[in-house]
């Protein structure tokens, strides 16, 4: 017999629109609603399951998460509220995440525990983005009113989830802000850790995302369905120009997209008394949380992902299965280094039969800012009920390759009482590893770490430099001078390694190639 309590998956909806024109003024909170009423159908109940709902949790909108995608149009001020209100979810809490791609994973790992533990019933995790609309709507000159409050008795949310950003001071002050910036000096690192060339890891990134676009070809929930071969991801052209070298735009998470998606968990016994029948329910047999050194600067090295690893080794032994037992796998792939890692820190070889993704990934599939996830896990519901005995896993990750979640899910019931290892517990192993020692005003001889070159449309636009102090080993952050001389260099020449000259001016440090 089941516990009654076993946390179940029983609906999942996901929307994806490529069609309808910025005049309709679509916003994220209307996409997010359609994927929650798809959600409520699949259950087999539909939307009676709404006043049922105990928590409605709504991942953070890309919006309110990043500088670079403020809407000109106004906000939500509310969305979780404002969700609730317009499905009739009045005896809610509403939740709003901290950012991170781990979210959805995540939320779903901790409500399990919340309904194993009878803390909750019904719960609907939900999100989703709008920015294909306000790209052309704002390129277009259309003025849309995306202002909304929540209704009348809809109160204030918790905000949950890890509320430390991303980057620090340090990083910040040498243009290390974004994923953009730092994921490529992640991939600079792998490349050197392979002993590869820059033209041969160039062509591995793209035999690797090759094999995402092909996914996407088959998914009509795919943003980019064209099919892209090895050569057109990896090539540099007009069209595919670098963003943080060694990165192309098709190696890139595509975040200008009209994406939601939404999943409704519940308990095996509040399943039976609402009807909803078995064939709907999926099971998380497994699940873990694990966080890296927080910054950036912080990490032993560019090349390993401990984290990953740690999270990944708890699912599978939750699940009491190995990697090999997975018939379905998603990793998460905002850029190629998220998934290199993956592999290297899952054991999944990077040409594995199975595939690597279940929906085209986020560079072709699309990347709805923090809500990726909610989609993986959606698709892998169906793909589990479509194969009844399979197990699926997917893999989610936040900030700069920082959070990490898994989850594993299958149609067949879990065993005796639902219960998880306390993430804290495994944590504190991983915080215990070292770290190197940071200087941050800088100045002497020094070799380069990693690094990256940004660039505009134009052409390459400056370096960021992680290096060492030849005589001291400390690390330092650097930029490097704008002169387009210097940044084909590193661009060309695959500079991990390569000896120069740190001083400290005005607030940063600059690095000179020797």
Not at 12 to 17: F, R, T, W
Request: proline share 6%; glycine share 10%.
């Amino acid at each position: 017999m089941i516990d009654p309590l076993t946390p179940i998956l029983v609906g999942s909806g996901q929307v994806s629109d490529f069609d309808t024109p910025p005049n309709s003024g679509t916003s994220a909170i209307d996409m997010i609603e359609r994927a929650a009423r798809i959600a409520a159908a699949d259950t087999g109940v539909g939307e009676k399951l709404f006043v049922e709902l105990d928590s409605v949790c709504i991942l953070r909108l890309y919006t309110d998460t990043s500088w670079r995608f403020q809407s000109p149009f106004g906000k939500c001020t509310n969305p979780p509220g404002a969700i609730a209100g317009r499905l009739g979810a009045s005896r809610a809490r509403l939740q709003y995440t901290h950012p991170g791609g781990n979210m959805p994973q995540y939320m779903v790992n901790c409500t399990a525990e919340e309904i194993a533990s009878g803390r909750i019933d019904v719960a609907l995790i939900a999100g989703g983005e709008a920015l294909r609309t306000m790209r052309g709507a704002r390129k277009a000159g259309i003025e849309i009113d995306w202002h909304e409050d929540a209704p009348d008795g809809y109160g204030d949310y918790l905000e949950v989830g890890d509320p430390r950003l991303g980057v620090n001071e340090y990083e910040e002050r040498h243009e290390m802000r974004a994923p953009i910036m730092i994921y490529p000096m992640v991939e600079n690192g792998i490349r050197n850790h392979r002993g590869r060339t820059v033209a041969e890891h160039q062509q591995s990134m793209g035999r690797l995302l090759a094999g995402f676009a092909e996914v996407a070809v088959a998914n009509p929930l795919a943003a980019r369905r064209q099919g892209y071969s090895a050569e057109a991801i990896a090539a540099v052209s007009e069209e595919n120009r670098y963003i943080g070298y060694p990165y192309t735009r098709l190696m890139n998470s595509n975040p200008y997209i009209d994406q939601s998606a939404a999943v409704i968990m519940t308990s095996v016994a509040k399943a039976q008394e609402l009807g909803i029948q078995p064939s709907r329910w999926v099971f998380l047999h497994g699940c873990g949380d694990a966080n890296e050194h927080w910054f950036i600067s912080e990490r032993i090295n560019y090349h390993s992902a401990p984290a990953i690893r740690m999270m990944a080794s708890k699912a599978l032994d939750m699940a009491d299965k190995t990697i090999d037992e997975m018939d379905h796998i998603d990793l998460y792939s905002c850029f190629p280094s998220a998934v290199e890692l993956g592999c290297q820190e899952i054991d999944i070889s990077e040409d594995d039969p199975r595939g690597l993704t279940i929906t085209g990934g986020l560079p072709f599939f699309g990347g709805p800012g923090n809500n990726y996830v909610t989609h993986s896990i959606a698709e892998m519901m169906n793909r589990v009920r479509a194969q009844p005995g399979s197990f699926g896993l997917c893999t989610a990750n936040g900030h700069n390759v920082t959070k990490h979640s898994a989850g594993i899910y299958a149609t067949i019931p879990t065993e005796g009482n639902w219960q998880r290892e306390d993430p804290r517990i495994y944590q504190t192993e991983l915080d215990a590893m070292p770290k190197p020692e940071l200087i941050e005003q800088a100045e002497g001889a020094a070799k380069i770490e990693t690094y990256t070159v940004m660039h505009r449309p134009d052409g390459p636009e400056h370096g960021l430099i992680v290096g060492r102090l030849s005589e001291t080993g400390q690390r330092f952050l650097a930029n490097t001078q704008q002169d387009r001389a210097t940044l084909m260099d590193l661009e060309e020449n695959g500079e991990v390694g390569r000896a120069g000259w740190v001083s400290h001016e005005t607030g940063r440090n600059m690095f000179v190639l020797q």
